[in-house]
């Protein structure tokens, strides 16, 4: 997949093009990307996305700005695997924030990507003053040459498929719904950084992944399949938290601890995949408590492994 940045793209073929956060890709987001793939066959054009980042909320109204549910790196993975031969990223800063809709459309849709097909969700809205929608693209189409269509949530028992609904079942501990409005277990990828060895002192050696966010989406101990490693999945236990029996104030960190692998990790991107929460985080009265109840961890998430019959 070609990947493009900024507010100037240029492509030499004709696009069928879709627009949006695309924070989780989830099945409403697949649904969409599908029907532009669809669209791009049979019309012989490329499919196209485009994303911004960060995402607008970020910039206006940082302290209510909603958890991520993916990174950029896991966002264009995604983007990818639903078919986009390119995808390019609009840097959300003032000068996008400020760009009339109309020259949004000329700029980016019409010079740049040569936009011949435009698939928006119904509620979707851009431009200074978020005046872009529908109308004011239908208006537009004829002098662009672009044909438009709008996208229709799509729906999970009853429940509209969006970002916020699978933030909402992350944040409850509900890993099964946000699997079901995802599509595929919730992932967080990264790479294996250093961490201060505690968890090797006490017992339970783990890889850790340094979350780059203050917000995050859910906390908790966690069972959890890491890809990235060997040619299967291979079964762990993590801490996704601020670790508040260890430190006060501290950076999130993901904290790994593999069930049955030694080796060394360090530098390797790994895909952490959440299946089940076991408990919320806890602050433990000291070290001896804490290896207790992580040892209650892994039994718990041997277990699971053994019932759910996934490893054998």
Do not use: W
């Not at 040569?114 to 969700?121: A, K």
């Not at 005046?131 to 693209?137: K, S």
């Not at 699978?166 to 961490?195: C, T």
């Amino acid at each position: 997949m070609r990947i493009t940045h900024g507010n100037h793209p240029l492509v030499s073929h004709a696009s069928a093009v879709t627009i949006g956060n695309f924070d989780g890709v989830h099945l409403g987001h697949q649904a969409m990307l599908q029907h532009v793939v669809d669209t791009a066959r049979i019309r012989q054009l490329t499919p196209c996305a485009i994303t911004f980042e960060p995402h607008p909320r970020e910039l206006f109204t940082p302290e209510t700005a909603p958890a991520r549910l993916s990174n950029l790196r896991d966002k264009l993975m995604n983007l990818a695997a639903a078919g986009m031969k390119h995808t390019h990223i609009c840097h959300f800063n003032n000068t996008l924030a400020h760009m009339p809709a109309e020259q949004f459309v000329q700029q980016i849709l019409v010079d740049g990507l040569q936009t011949r097909y435009l698939l928006i969700g119904d509620d979707f809205r851009f431009g200074a003053k978020r005046a872009g929608n529908f109308e004011l693209l239908q208006q537009l189409a004829p002098q662009h040459g672009y044909e438009l269509a709008a996208m229709h949530s799509v729906t999970h028992n009853t429940t509209r498929v969006s970002s916020t609904a699978v933030r909402a079942a992350l944040a409850n501990g509900e890993l099964d719904i946000a699997k079901q409005l995802l599509g595929h277990p919730y992932r967080i990828s990264g790479r294996v950084a250093h961490g201060d060895k505690l968890g090797r002192e006490l017992g339970f050696p783990t890889a850790n992944i340094r979350m780059r966010r203050n917000k995050l989406p859910l906390t908790g101990i966690f069972v959890v399949e890491i890809h990235g490693i060997s040619d299967h999945a291979l079964p762990a236990v993590a801490s996704l938290g601020v670790r508040p029996t260890v430190k006060t104030g501290a950076q999130p960190l993901l904290e790994i601890h593999l069930l049955n692998f030694t080796g060394n990790l360090y530098g390797r991107i790994i895909h952490v995949d959440f299946l089940a929460k076991l408990r919320d985080e806890a602050k433990y009265p000291d070290l001896a408590t804490l290896t207790q109840q992580i040892a209650l961890d892994v039994a718990q998430t041997h277990d699971y492994f053994q019932n759910s019959h996934t490893h054998g």
